[in-house]
């Protein structure tokens, strides 16, 4: 068994656990492929895992002071549905990615099996986003399934991870991060992130939550050809996908030659800490970058992919991932009570709308084993209150996959697999 976590949550993790009261921000890690990958095998699994990572072995609940904290839960099952669904479990998926976890509800963490077609079978463990991210995810949901078809071996216990803001380097912690990130808040009212209001989409608090997942998928060639019109217009293909969601969004907009648009990028902050951590076992190392732009006509996909790729550049070297959670508000003080959750919505109504993009980048393929070939890993978030899409990117054995989450009582069905068609077009005409 290994060692507890056992601690109050820092700012980050609070952030995003009141994040989740406003609006879903549970992930899931989605798995697809064929062979004899029996339900009943993956759920030991789980339960071998849960044994294994701290994190999976939790509640968030409150400590003697009142604080959010993570409380041991070591005895907590995981619960694991299973069910037959057709091509499209994607819609049976996305039913219960929104799902939230309560206040002291262990473990922090659901797993899902589909029997599909013809031996096909698909696989989702979706997390409460203050135990893990997007690189921790794939990794446990790898080894779940090596575990559950006979190919992972023998694993030790994990020791938890240190907190995400106990690792800042000194300058962008404590006091000296706090003066740097007033310094910043002192430029944002000077100049706010303002962003145009998009058509069709309504965002409203509360009420029902109708997540909807359109499957975007690019072959190699199609990855190969982006990355050769990155490199031809000194972007990133993170740039380049985040540029083409911008594009398509623009068709929202009739009459308007270039709205303002903002896009929003969680990034990975492991290789920017004081100690480096790895990815081995599920925990939080993410923050939220946001670049605006204004958005032109299909001939600027280039330059505006060149635009947010320089300008998260910058924003990584000068530190403002770190600085993020200086100016955020201080989740960890605010009490986990109705008026505390009030309080927070209230700070996020000022947030101006953005659409997200967030890319794990190349993630390590699985060779098939015991008979099972696991064809795509891919990754899902459903949008907040103030965010009319997600695009959720990684690669896998070469190939790009775009989850493309909305909202349906936000943004229509038909808008956002509008807006997702416009996106493959992009990019498909991007690649050549």
């Known amino acids: 068994m290994s060692r507890p976590l056992d601690r109050p949550l820092d ?9 989740d009261r406003c609006s879903s921000m549970n992930f899931a890690i989605l798995a697809e ?26 509640a968030i609940d ?61 696989f989702a463990v979706v997390f409460h986003h203050a135990i893990g991210d997007g690189r921790s995810g794939f990794r446990l949901a790898a080894e779940l399934i090596d575990d559950a078809r006979g190919a992972g071996g023998a694993r030790d216990p994990v020791a938890p991870r240190p907190s995400l803001m106990a690792l800042f380097p000194e300058a962008l912690a404590g006091d000296a991060g706090l003066a740097r990130a007033q310094a910043w808040k002192a430029e944002l009212k000077a100049e706010p992130l303002r962003a145009d209001a998009v058509p069709g989409f309504r965002r409203e608090e509360g009420g029902e939550v109708r997540p909807a997942i359109h499957a975007l998928r690019f072959d190699e060639r199609v990855v190969e050809g982006l990355a050769a019109r990155a490199r031809l217009e000194g972007a990133s293909v993170h740039g380049l996908i985040g540029a083409a969601e911008l594009l398509a969004a623009r068709s929202l907009f009739e009459g308007e030659a270039s709205p303002t648009l903002m896009l929003t990028s969680p990034v990975d902050l492991r290789g920017s800490l004081a100690a480096p951590v790895d990815d081995a076992t599920p925990g939080f190392y993410v923050t939220l970058l946001s670049s605006l732009a204004r ?114 009582a936000r943004l229509p069905g038909a808008t956002a697999g509008a807006l997702a068609s416009r996106m493959r077009e992009l990019l498909l005409a991007a690649a050549g």
């Open 33 to 58: 492929g064929s062979g004899p990958l029996e339900a009943d095998r993956l759920e030991a699994a789980l339960a071998r895992a849960q044994e294994r990572h701290p994190a999976l072995a939790v």
């Open 62 to 122: 409150t400590d003697a002071a009142g604080r959010l904290a993570f409380v041991p839960r070591p005895g907590a099952a995981a619960a694991f549905t299973r069910e037959a669904a057709g091509e499209d479990w994607h819609a049976a998926l996305a039913a219960r990615l929104a799902v939230p976890f309560g206040l002291g509800e262990a473990p922090l963490v659901r797993a899902h099996w589909f029997g599909l077609p013809a031996g096909r079978w698909a």
């Open 295 to 408: 958005v032109g006509g299909p001939e600027s996909l280039g330059a505006l992919a060149g635009h947010l790729t320089r300008d998260l550049r910058r924003q990584i070297g000068q530190g403002c991932g770190h600085l993020f959670y200086h100016l955020a508000a201080p989740a960890e003080t605010i009490p986990p009570t109705a008026e505390g959750v009030a309080g927070f919505r209230a700070w996020m109504r000022r947030m101006p709308p953005a659409f997200l993009l967030s890319n794990v980048g190349r993630a390590g393929s699985m060779p098939e084993a015991g008979g099972v070939s696991v064809r795509e890993i891919s990754f899902a978030l459903c949008p907040m209150a103030h965010q009319p899409l997600f695009v959720a990117a990684s690669t896998w054995g070469g190939r790009l996959a775009l989850n493309v989450v909305h909202d349906a």
């Open 11 to 19: 700012r980050a993790e609070a952030f995003f656990w009141f994040l």
